[in-house]
């Protein structure tokens, strides 16, 4: 069992790692930016390091800066939360190299599953079916229209790292291609440190259903069943049903 490990996220769900942390022995790191200084997890954990400046992309998404917290404060593993490097396929090779565990998935599955361009490929490539959509690099506003226009609107526009609601727009028209399109961009690179962005068919009046699956590197995969999500706010889940009442 491992005697420390650091955080490498802020606020509830770095909260909850520690608490689990705690009930198991472990002594944790927690890593904070200017903005959470005082912040609940900092106060909670055994030891806090400063990364930086508010911005995430100046902190929390830097990887050369949490791989400094670690090995100041000499954690074995990080525990990544969710979102800024949680599927981060240079994060958790950097760690790998360093010799440091990484709490998560190896860097091929989040390679492949990670980013959405790469999985969606993956996807199609075992025959299963998906939303109809522009794989490719887009390079700018005017291309974008191009693509929407041939997919056919209204188009949604995505951050291939995106995850929880960001880097997501919906257009219905040319000139939201062209805004959607810059502001997704911005987001992502803000969010995830990755501006690439792909374009798919807006599916209207959609059913969010995820099946969790869990692997572990003996082997051994377990699948959770089914998981309603289609209640959202701003393309992020408020409610999540299990059993789907959609599915018989």
């Known amino acids: 069992m491992f005697k ?4 490498a996220n802020r606020g509830e769900i770095a909260c909850r790692v520690i608490k689990s942390a705690q009930k198991m022995g472990i002594k944790t790191v927690a890593v904070y930016s200017d903005a959470d200084r005082n912040a609940l997890h900092v106060r909670m954990a055994d030891e806090a390091v400063h990364i930086g400046p508010s911005p995430a ?6 990887i050369d800066k949490i791989l400094d917290a670690v090995r100041q404060t000499g954690a074995e593993a990080v525990h ?3 979102g800024f490097l949680s599927e981060n396929m240079n994060f958790a090779a950097a760690l790998e190299a360093a010799g440091v565990v990484f709490i998560g998935p190896p860097s091929p599955a989040i390679e492949a599953m990670g980013d959405k361009i790469t999985s969606k ?4 490539e075992a025959g299963v079916s998906t939303v109809p959509g522009y794989m490719g690099l887009i390079a700018d506003g005017d291309e974008a229209i191009k693509i929407s226009g041939e997919i056919g609107y209204p188009v ?3 951050a291939s790292a995106g995850g929880g609601g960001k880097g997501m727009r919906i257009a ?3 000139s939201e291609v062209r805004e959607g399109f810059q502001s997704s961009k911005n987001e992502a690179a803000a969010s995830f440190g990755d501006d690439r962005i792909f374009i798919e068919k807006f599916v209207t009046q959609p059913r969010h259903i995820e099946i969790q699956v869990l692997g572990d ?3 051994n995969i377990v699948y959770l069943h089914e998981r309603e999500c289609s209640i959202q706010r701003r393309n992020q889940k408020v409610i999540e049903e299990a059993p789907s009442p959609f599915l018989d």
């Open 4 to 7: 420390k490990i650091l955080i």
């Open 57 to 62: 992309n100046q902190s929390y998404i830097v």
């Open 80 to 82: 990544p939360g969710y």
């Open 121 to 124: 490929k993956l996807a199609m």
């Open 156 to 158: 949604m526009i995505k």
């Open 172 to 174: 219905w028209s040319e």
């Open 217 to 219: 590197k003996h082997g």
